[in-house]
């Protein structure tokens, strides 16, 4: 039932979306297929503006009803409602750059491996095609469904290698991996030098992924020790003080020591650690 209720909100935003796709949005189509969504430019668009909406409207309901007898109503409601409308409405485009991220990532940490085989395959006579066409069919993640991109190209649509090449090279996500691409097509173009190529470009890039995790390791107890030291200290010491201003009958501003501390506990400390996991987040992206 849920899985019914989710594609009949995608058909009914498609309504709108559809009026959408009549205008090319090469951007926002490219970046749905390299993160491999499969849907229009206008449903994304439309998928994106209704649930931002509906997200904003929902909260405007239940914090109407929730804060009906506090102090300052229209504060809470406005506030609420407005986090709900911006969070939904960054979270669509974010989800998105980080799907194209995640597909980016796993490409670029399984790639060395990926080279290894083809240059196992390649000493033994493989041409470059037959080990772009046996690749697909191993599980080295993106990487093998880039691969089945190609041969969709080549064996359904009829189109030759070095032209499906082309158009995976202008598409994917990770330049290390379009760099490489193109250095493929150029062999098979010009014949030759499959082996020698492919066991060098492995060797390089496994030492690079040996760096990049020393490094990333580093920094990643740099942002421990930063989250110890400073948001968890300044959350407790707030708290704190929220609590002894409360016993202390001290007043701050327009808001009760209680409701503050609803809105420092249910509200800025979730937000708080939300913005430090996307920093991670971005980071870990960076370093992979």
């Avoid at 998105?96 to 990926?114: C, G, Q, T, V, W």
Wanted: aromatic content about 10%.
């Amino acid at each position: 039932m849920r899985y019914n209720y989710i594609e009949g909100y995608k058909k009914a935003c498609y309504q709108f979306g559809k009026h959408l796709d009549r205008k090319p949005r090469d951007n926002i189509a490219k970046m749905l297929y390299q993160a491999d969504v499969e849907m229009t430019p206008g449903m994304f668009i439309s998928l994106w503006l209704f649930t931002t909406l509906l997200s904003a409207f929902s909260m405007l309901i239940i914090s109407s009803i929730v804060f009906a007898n506090s102090k300052s109503p229209f504060l809470f409601i406005l506030v609420l409602t407005v986090v709900a409308f911006l969070t939904i409405g960054i979270a669509f485009p974010f989800a998105l750059h980080n799907k194209i991220s995640n597909k980016k990532m796993d490409i670029e940490r399984k790639l060395p491996y990926a080279l290894a085989h083809m240059s196992i395959l390649a000493s033994a006579g493989s041409t470059p095609l037959d080990v772009i066409r046996r690749l697909a069919l191993e599980d080295y993640g993106h990487i093998s469904k880039e691969f089945r991109k190609v041969l969709y190209r080549v064996d359904v649509l009829g189109e030759d290698a070095v032209t499906a090449m082309n158009d995976l090279i202008n598409n994917t996500p990770s330049e290390i991996f379009r760099s490489i691409c193109i250095d493929l097509t150029n062999i098979i173009h010009a014949g030759g030098g499959l082996k020698g190529y492919l066991e060098t470009k492995s060797k390089d890039l496994m030492n690079i992924r040996r760096q990049t995790h020393k490094e990333f390791v580093d920094s990643l107890a740099v942002y421990g020790e930063g989250y110890l030291g400073g948001i968890v200290m300044s959350v407790v010491l707030s708290v704190l003080a929220i609590v002894l201003c409360g016993a202390l009958g001290i007043e701050l501003g327009l808001l009760k020591p209680k409701e503050l501390f609803f809105i420092f506990v249910y509200l800025i400390t979730p937000l708080i650690n939300v913005i430090f996991l996307l920093l991670l987040e971005v980071k870990y992206s960076k370093s992979s």
